[in-house]
């Protein structure tokens, strides 16, 4: 699909370890740059999550991201968004495969690397049909691309990097997945200007929004679990850009239980529970 040339030329962009995760992050911002382009969906979804982050708020980008994650801003037909989608990225990707489930649709395009050896690799595309709101206002981000294989920039529409970082440390408490923590972690270093107190409210506003309440106790304790999970804390290095400090999962937790954990309400979790001793029998 992408001359290997032009791979290596976007590797200044891109600063990862590997070939195939420059491929998808120059496939990944044209997706982007196509979809906000579009009238029809510049102005009706927003751009969420990891890759937002990464994509309009960092640059050189931090972490490796390879999804688009995507919210529709208002209660209508999604029909004409994804033939939107299709219209702009079929003809140079490929047919996509489809699913639908409550609040939520995704198309998985699939294709080979171009750089050797050729692997099977995949752009997700997934649309959250389900929050039609937001609690801070949203902005728009401008994403640039100067490649010989594509040229082109468009104004995205995405939320305050508060907003951003709610719905992560949402992630953090619904998923198993170490980017979480570690996107967090890096947020926390790198804006000097973060509203903390709106991270928590955005955090409780969309938990709310599900029927759930989370308390500093039950947050702490449930990624206290997680750092023990070695899936967990596989999930980061090979994310990171090349010539990075080595992440410490430590004392990111550690980070983030003293600015964000303390304002969750209730009192801090007091640890596991000692085993109950069994009751000696004299006879």
């Known amino acids: ?41 510049s102005d009706s979804f927003a751009f969420r999550g990891g890759t937002a982050m990464q994509k309009l708020f960092y640059n050189p980008p931090i972490r490796y991201s390879e999804d688009i ?13 994804i033939d939107a989608i299709r219209k702009h990225l079929d003809p140079w990707l490929g047919t996509p495969k489809r699913d639908r489930k409550k609040n939520r649709v995704t198309l998985y395009y699939r294709f080979k690397s171009e750089t050797a050896p050729t692997r099977p690799m995949h752009l997700k595309i997934e649309v959250n049909t389900g929050e039609h709101f937001t609690v801070l206002e ?3 981000k401008k994403l640039v691309a100067r490649s010989e294989w594509f040229n082109g920039e468009a104004e995205v529409l995405t939320y305050k990097v508060e907003e951003l970082l709610g719905t992560k440390l949402r992630a953090l408490y619904q998923r198993k997945k170490g980017r979480d923590l570690l996107d967090l972690a890096m947020a926390l270093d790198h804006f000097s200007d973060l509203d903390l107190g709106k991270i928590i409210k955005c955090f409780k506003h969309y938990m709310s929004h599900a029927g759930t309440r989370v308390t500093r106790a039950q947050f702490e304790a449930n990624l206290s679990l997680k750092l023990n999970d070695d899936y967990f804390t596989a999930d980061i290095t090979a994310l990171l850009a090349t010539g990075a400090t080595v992440f410490n999962i430590k004392k990111a937790e550690e980070k983030i239980r003293t600015a964000l954990f303390t304002l969750l309400p209730g009192d801090p979790w007091k640890g596991p529970a000692e085993p109950k001793k069994k009751n000696r029998i004299n006879g």
């Open 1 to 41: 699909m992408i001359p290997e040339a032009y791979l290596y030329e976007w590797r200044n962009h891109a600063p990862w370890a590997e070939m195939h995760q420059v491929e998808q992050d120059l496939i990944l911002t044209r997706a982007i740059i196509e979809l906000y382009s579009e009238p029809l969906f």
């Open 69 to 81: 994650d995507l919210v529709q801003i208002h209660s209508e037909p999604i029909g004409p968004a």
């Open 138 to 140: 949203l902005q728009r």
